[in-house]
């Protein structure tokens, strides 16, 4: 899949750039986040470095894949999703709106900074690119430190507050899309991680996923908050295997024979247990395959069917 044109052929280097630094808070119980973004000032030097560590980030991008809740992408590629189907349009909205009250004043409007975006304007182009902050930003963490200054050959109390950034681009919101080189990061700044234990909770209600099982409690307490197990339920949903008949008939006939270890009672319902939960799982996203081949059988990552 090819990088979108709103990226790759974005002029960043003869950009308009302006700094955002958003602390959030909420996301829970399906609510969206609160950003609370506030723009800073910054020099021609840190906007020339700024602007030539997201070249560089946007060129490590050879290719693009689908977002996918179990999706993983290398140093070279980056996952890419819809725009509406995340919470970025809030980021998008306030960093449009660069107003006198909304500039930092203050010192403490910069620490515990969640994110930094990088926005750039050239002409009716807009492109943001999004880095999570580390601790150098955190109040208690910074408490905890001293800062010292190389110079002269010499350590010397530096009096004046640092904060580091990595060079590295979590995520570009380009117009519709959103290109995401650093899953992890983006499903934390925009609070992915909380939909997927949010989707999990509603297909614990669906009543054609409860009736499979005997009963949900050993599955939802193997799943816990455990945000890979919780992607891997959030894809069960998307799939919708457990809704057909006759996968879930075939299943029962030929689990043993496939090397996955479950357990049915008399009426065919499902049983899980501390230690079937796993092929619980892997049966469920249909990621137990049998070659024609070799006949060998295999575990996969993402089974995407060929059509």
Not at 164 to 172: A, G, T
Request: proline share 3%; hydrophobic share 40%.
């Amino acid at each position: 899949m090819p990088i979108p044109a709103a990226l790759s052929d974005f002029d960043i280097q003869n950009a308009a750039l302006t700094v955002w630094l958003f602390k959030k808070s909420g996301g829970i119980a399906g609510a969206a986040p609160t950003y609370a973004g506030r723009w800073i000032t910054t020099d021609d030097d840190l906007n020339a470095t700024l602007k030539a560590s997201v070249i560089e980030a946007r060129s490590r991008i050879e290719e693009v894949h689908e977002y996918g809740l179990l999706a993983q992408n290398n140093e070279a590629s980056a996952l890419i999703i819809d725009t509406v189907e995340t919470h970025a349009g809030l980021i998008v909205a306030q960093s449009a709106n660069a107003a006198p009250q909304k500039k930092v004043s203050a010192e403490a409007h910069i620490t515990n900074t969640s994110f930094f975006v990088v926005r750039l304007t050239n002409g009716d182009s807009v492109l943001h690119a999004v880095r999570r902050t580390d601790s150098s930003w955190r109040t208690k963490k910074r408490r905890a430190l001293i800062d010292m200054v190389y110079r002269d050959n010499a350590l010397e109390l530096d009096q004046s507050p640092s904060f580091s950034l990595s060079k590295n681009v979590d995520f570009f919101i380009a117009d519709d899309k959103i290109v995401i080189p650093h899953k992890a990061n983006f499903e934390s700044v925009l609070h992915y991680r909380q939909a997927h234990a949010d989707e999990f909770a509603t297909m614990q209600a669906e009543e054609d996923f409860s009736q499979l099982f005997s009963a949900l409690g050993p599955l939802v307490d193997y799943v816990g908050t455990n945000k890979i197990q919780l992607r891997r339920m959030c894809s069960i949903r998307q799939k919708g295997h457990y809704r057909d008949a006759n996968f879930m008939q075939k299943l029962r006939q030929h689990h043993a024979a496939h090397g996955l270890t479950l357990t049915f009672d008399p009426n065919g319902l499902i049983v899980p247990t501390a230690e079937t939960c796993r092929d619980i799982i892997t049966a469920l996203l249909d990621h137990r395959l049998a070659s024609a081949f070799s006949e060998n059988i295999y575990d996969v990552p993402d089974a995407t069917r060929v059509t």
